[in-house]
């Protein structure tokens, strides 16, 4: 019976955590963690652009041109490429490529 009480009371806990948003904050940081693991040597740590990504023409995240582009032509971009940028749909998840969107969204407000 105490095994049971202890299995409500971590569903209980998880439910609790998924609704005041802990689980968007994990998303988050797998997300950064692919971006410093797949992006930073283009794009740098902030989204401005390495020296490497710029001289090939990766945009500056930050910018009002790539921060007016939805999160789902975002994920397109990753997924399919983009001029130089080779695409990443083959090697990441589609959960992957959404969350990166995301967190390129995110860096504009750093």
Known sequence: M???FSFKMEMAILA???????????AQNE???????????????DGSGSEV??????????????QSESEADLAQVIAKGKNK???????LKPDEIKGLAAYVRELAKK
Do not use: N, W
């Not at 609790?16 to 994990?26: C, D, E, N, T, Y």
């Not at 990504?53 to 790539?66: E, L, N, P, T, Y």
């Not at 940028?85 to 090697?91: A, G, L, Q, R």
């Open 53 to 66: 990504g710029k001289k090939m023409g990766a945009h500056d995240f930050r910018s009002s041109q790539v």
């Open 31 to 45: 997300a950064e963690k692919t971006y410093k693991t797949k992006c930073v040597a283009c794009h740098a740590a």
């Open 2 to 4: 105490k095994h049971l």
């Open 85 to 91: 940028m080779p695409p990443y749909e083959k090697s």
């Open 16 to 26: 609790a955590s998924l609704l005041l948003g802990i689980a968007p904050v994990h």
